[in-house]
C-alpha cells in the first residue's frame, strides 16, 4: 500500500511539472486586451478577450484559459491579421434550472454542481493560449493583459 501512495505521489507532481511553456511560438503578438462587459438583461454578463496576431496564421488554435477560466478560440482574419477572441460568460441566466420544493424528494433530480481545479495559476492579467503544431499540443502564456473599459449592451 506505500508503494502504491508513494508511485501516485511522484506521478502527481510529475503532472505539474509537465506543462511547458513556449518561449518562442510560431506567431507573434501585437496586442491582447480584454473587455468585462454587461448583458441588457439582470444577471448577463461576462469578458471578452481579444489577441491580436503581427500577420494572418494558419495555426490550429484551441483554448485559451483566464481568470480560472477556459473557453474555446474562435479566429477572425482580417487582410492582413489574424484576431484570436475568447468569450467568457458569467451570467447566472445560464445556470441549470433547479427543482424547488416543499417534498424534498422532488429535488434529488437536480445535479450536483461540479467542482473543477484550474489547471494553471495565472495573475489576473495573464492567459495561456494553446494551440497544436502536428500532433503536439503546445502552450504559450500571455502577460500584461491589458484591460479596457466596461461595454454595456442593451
Not at 3 to 28: A, D, H, I, M, R
Not at 42 to 62: H, P, Q, R
Not at 65 to 86: A, C, M, Y
Not at 99 to 104: E, G, I, K, R, W
Request: proline residues 3%; charged residues 25%; contains cysteine.
Amino acid at each position: 500500500m506505500k508503494t502504491f501512495y508513494l508511485l501516485f505521489f511522484v506521478f502527481g507532481f510529475c503532472q505539474c511539472g509537465s506543462t511547458q511553456f513556449e518561449k518562442n511560438p510560431p506567431f507573434k503578438i501585437i496586442s491582447a486586451t480584454y473587455t468585462p462587459w454587461i448583458g441588457g438583461i439582470e444577471g448577463v454578463s461576462g469578458k471578452s478577450v481579444e489577441i491580436t496576431l503581427f500577420e494572418k496564421t494558419t495555426i490550429a488554435f484551441d483554448s485559451l484559459f483566464f481568470q480560472n477560466k477556459k473557453t474555446k478560440i474562435s479566429i477572425k482574419n482580417s487582410q492582413e491579421r489574424s484576431f484570436l477572441v475568447g468569450n467568457f460568460s458569467n451570467s447566472s441566466r445560464l445556470k441549470n434550472d433547479l427543482t424547488l420544493h416543499l417534498n424534498a424528494s422532488l429535488e434529488l433530480k437536480n445535479k450536483l454542481p461540479k467542482k473543477t481545479k484550474f489547471r494553471f495559476s495565472l495573475k489576473e492579467n495573464e492567459a495561456i493560449i494553446s494551440y497544436k503544431v502536428g500532433s503536439l499540443k503546445k502552450y504559450y502564456k500571455i502577460e500584461n493583459i491589458q484591460k479596457k473599459s466596461t461595454a454595456f449592451f442593451q
